[in-house]
């Protein structure tokens, strides 16, 4: 497969729009060749916006509302909806699954971190994802199920482990991903076969004889057994996965906290999930502040790669960056004249409330119309909004 190359700008954002054929994404998008478009990160981290990607591909493409592609980005914007209402619950099971908690590790294996576990749809999954910070969506529910109903390991385990070396991490994505992979955010889990792969991956991902070389019926039945099930290739040679960190790699990126430097000013915070175009009314003078919230990343430490991914666009946009304790911030921010930032549901992950009770937080723009009660299912969801137009 063709490596990928994420850079952090722009203009790397808005090829990835214009390169969008929707109806080879129809076709081929859970090829893990496919025509898939590729800008998960950019729309993680704010670089563009839903409605900037439809209206970009729609300017070329006409799309009908019921279009494959319509329906992807849909899926980003139902997570965020059970985001939104739910909170913190994303990280606890949203409802039962197929075997009591207390059945599942609380740690994941060793010869999976380390891309050993002998099965190669699995050691090539891993691997790619430590080289890229990427990995197709398919082969993220491969990965997920594996390590869920076959290797019984819980699926938030799982999906804390996965998040820390993905460049695109969205916690509502990633999360309530691997829920619905787990049964305990759908209707039934979802398992795959060696013919699946084979039907999807290129050859080096084919595993016959392994694990998952048999029919949907014996993995279901593994699937609701709490007997974990292992056998693949034996002698595989393991990686070490990539160091995290819940600093910043290179600490001279950012300035000390300082309240003198936004005294009496008026202030746009940039953060690491708002790195798009600045809004075009800014009063003159308006001092753009890049921030980075420490409690965020003790409990979410990011590889270099997405580091430097979010850091590079963040000092394009701000001539100035701190990074500290939500409350150090947020006290320096209280001389400033006004404080706006677009909402984030990721900066309310760290406690308390930490902004100046003046500061102002923007909706980001939206390409579905609300729904006001929260659904459980995307069919749901999809039958209530409409798009924005």
Same mark, same amino acid.
């Given at each position: 497969?063709? /490596?990928? !190359?994420?850079?952090?700008?722009?203009?790397?954002?808005?090829?990835?729009?214009?390169?969008?054929?929707?109806?080879?994404?129809? *076709?081929?998008?859970?090829?893990?060749?496919?025509?898939?478009?590729?800008?998960? /990160?950019?729309?993680?981290?704010?670089? !563009?916006?839903?409605?900037?990607?439809?209206?970009?591909?729609?300017? !070329?493409?006409?799309?009908? =509302?019921?279009?494959?592609?319509?329906?992807?980005?849909?899926?980003?914007?139902?997570?965020?909806?059970?985001?939104?209402?739910?909170?913190?619950?994303?990280?606890?099971?949203?409802? =039962?699954?197929?075997?009591?908690?207390?059945?599942?590790?609380?740690?994941?294996?060793?010869?999976?971190?380390?891309? &050993?576990?002998?099965?190669?749809?699995?050691?090539?999954?891993?691997?790619?994802?430590?080289?890229?910070?990427?990995?197709?969506?398919?082969?993220?529910? %491969?990965?997920?199920?594996?390590?869920?109903?076959?290797?019984? !390991?819980?699926?938030?385990?799982?999906?804390?482990?996965?998040?820390?070396?993905?460049?695109?991490?969205?916690?509502?994505?990633?999360?309530?991903?691997?829920?619905?992979?787990?049964?305990?955010?759908?209707?039934? $889990?979802? @398992?795959?076969?060696? =013919?699946?792969?084979? &039907?999807?991956? $290129?050859?080096?991902?084919?595993?016959?004889?392994?694990?998952?070389?048999?029919?949907?019926?014996?993995?279901?039945?593994?699937? *609701?057994?709490?007997?974990?099930?292992?056998?693949? &290739?034996?002698?595989?040679?393991?990686?070490?996965? /990539?160091?995290?960190?819940?600093?910043?790699?290179?600490?001279?990126?950012?300035?000390?906290?300082?309240?003198?430097?936004?005294?009496?000013?008026?202030? %746009?915070?940039?953060?690491? %999930?708002?790195?798009?175009?600045?809004?075009?009314?800014?009063?003159?003078?308006?001092? @753009?502040?890049?921030?980075?919230?420490?409690?965020?990343?003790?409990q979410h430490p990011w590889t270099a790669q997405r580091w430097e991914f979010v850091v590079r666009r963040m000092r394009q946009l701000a001539p100035l960056c701190w990074h500290a304790p939500a409350q150090t911030i947020g006290t320096a921010l209280r001389g400033a004249r006004s404080v706006h930032m677009l909402a984030e549901p990721h900066l309310?992950?760290?406690?308390?409330?930490?902004?100046?009770?003046?500061?102002?937080?923007?909706?980001?723009?939206?390409?579905?119309? /609300?729904?006001?009660?929260?659904?459980?299912?995307?069919?749901? %969801?999809?039958? *209530?909004?409409?798009?924005?137009?």
């Amino acid at each position: 497969m063709t /490596p990928f !190359v994420f850079e952090p700008t722009l203009q790397a954002a808005h090829a990835r729009i214009q390169a969008v054929r929707p109806q080879d994404y129809a *076709r081929t998008r859970n090829d893990l060749d496919g025509a898939v478009t590729r800008l998960s /990160p950019y729309l993680t981290h704010g670089f !563009v916006s839903l409605p900037e990607v439809h209206a970009g591909v729609d300017a !070329v493409y006409p799309l009908d =509302d019921q279009h494959k592609f319509v329906f992807e980005l849909g899926w980003r914007a139902y997570f965020r909806h059970v985001w939104r209402h739910v909170g913190l619950g994303i990280h606890q099971s949203l409802h =039962d699954g197929l075997l009591p908690d207390a059945a599942y590790s609380q740690a994941m294996p060793d010869d999976i971190v380390q891309a &050993r576990c002998g099965v190669p749809a699995i050691d090539c999954a891993v691997r790619e994802l430590y080289a890229t910070g990427y990995l197709h969506n398919h082969a993220r529910m %491969w990965l997920a199920s594996y390590v869920v109903h076959l290797r019984k !390991v819980h699926w938030h385990v799982g999906a804390e482990w996965l998040y820390s070396h993905l460049l695109d991490g969205d916690l509502a994505s990633n999360h309530l991903s691997w829920q619905w992979v787990a049964g305990t955010g759908s209707s039934k $889990p979802y @398992v795959f076969n060696a =013919d699946n792969v084979q &039907r999807y991956a $290129p050859s080096d991902w084919h595993s016959p004889g392994s694990v998952i070389d048999t029919s949907y019926e014996a993995l279901d039945r593994i699937a *609701r057994s709490a007997k974990p099930a292992v056998f693949g &290739r034996t002698g595989v040679a393991g990686i070490h996965p /990539p160091e995290l960190f819940s600093l910043p790699p290179r600490p001279d990126d950012f300035a000390p906290v300082d309240a003198q430097v936004v005294q009496g000013r008026d202030v %746009w915070l940039v953060h690491p %999930w708002a790195l798009g175009v600045l809004p075009a009314d800014l009063p003159a003078g308006t001092l @753009v502040l890049g921030i980075v919230v420490a409690e965020f990343h003790q409990q979410h430490p990011w590889t270099a790669q997405r580091w430097e991914f979010v850091v590079r666009r963040m000092r394009q946009l701000a001539p100035l960056c701190w990074h500290a304790p939500a409350q150090t911030i947020g006290t320096a921010l209280r001389g400033a004249r006004s404080v706006h930032m677009l909402a984030e549901p990721h900066l309310q992950c760290v406690g308390k409330p930490w902004l100046p009770a003046s500061a102002r937080q923007h909706a980001a723009p939206r390409l579905f119309t /609300p729904v006001d009660e929260l659904c459980g299912s995307f069919s749901k %969801w999809r039958g *209530r909004t409409r798009l924005v137009r």
